[in-house]
């Protein structure tokens, strides 16, 4: 399993902009799907976004769409979040998470994610 690390995470105030960044510590990420999720306080973990392994497919969460871009740079082995617009019910622990060997496709269930980071605290207060 890669090292995947999270960063970019802090406090921020409601209708604010936050970017998450995770790098990867493998020498194949780009053949890793990636995606993000968040676990909020006695919530189960949610998908927030995808992105395929090519980077030409994407898929958001319901209620993230719109407010959210998933992308991913592969020289520098970085798959970013941009979160706009953020609200307090975006509070939550995000997770980024991937899946090697992926094609065209973006996974939005934890089940098919083998490597996982550790996660970085988003708060969002009113």
């Known amino acids: 399993q890669a090292q995947v690390v999270e960063s970019g995470g802090g406090l921020v105030q409601a209708g604010g902009s936050l970017t998450l960044s995770c790098v990867s510590s493998t020498r194949t990420f780009g053949l890793y799907a990636w995606a993000w999720f968040r676990r909020a306080p006695g919530a189960e973990r949610e998908f927030v976004a995808g992105i395929s392994r090519t980077g030409g497919r994407t898929h958001y969460g319901d209620s993230v769409k719109g407010r959210v871009t998933i992308s991913r740079d592969t020289t520098n082995k970085l798959v970013a979040l941009q979160m706009n617009s953020l609200k307090v019910e975006d509070t939550a622990v995000y997770y980024c998470?991937?899946?090697?060997?992926?094609?065209?496709?973006?996974?939005?269930?934890?089940?098919?994610?083998?490597?996982w980071g550790q996660g970085t605290q988003v708060t969002v207060s009113s």
């Open positions: 998470a991937g899946r090697l060997g992926a094609g065209a496709e973006v996974f939005s269930q934890t089940k098919y994610y083998t490597d």
